[in-house]
């Protein structure tokens, strides 16, 4: 029962919203990684702490364990957050598109009947 038809639609149709928007996805991913390593360069963290901490910080989860004391850091912080928030939405985005596109083919599919 799990797999009908239109959780089927809902699945290709967001495996192709994601598709075409995996470039962009990327790059902000990148960015963050990216602008994460920075702030750990500045603030004296290992390689893995800075991804760790830019990316916790880009899903606004913010655990705590790690975090700048440095000016620009929290600047870079503001920004990754940003970035983060930007990513989140173009994945809402696409899945609330895949979530429409497939009832409005189940609605159709129901009205032939």
Do not use: C
């Not at 790059?27 to 390689?47: C, H």
């Amino acid at each position: 029962m799990l797999l009908t038809g239109l959780t089927i639609t809902f699945l290709k149709e967001f495996g192709v919203g994601l598709w075409l928007s995996l470039p962009l996805l990327l790059s902000l991913g990148a960015a963050i990684a990216l602008l994460g390593q920075v702030a750990g360069k500045k603030e004296g963290w290992s390689r893995f702490d800075s991804f760790y901490w830019s990316f916790v910080t880009a899903t606004t989860v913010g655990y705590g364990d790690i975090r700048p004391v440095n000016r620009a850091s929290k600047v870079i912080a503001l920004a990754i957050a940003l970035i983060g928030l930007t990513m989140t939405g173009i994945l809402i985005a696409v899945a609330v598109h895949a979530a429409t596109f497939a009832l409005a083919v189940h609605d159709a599919a129901v009205k032939v009947r």
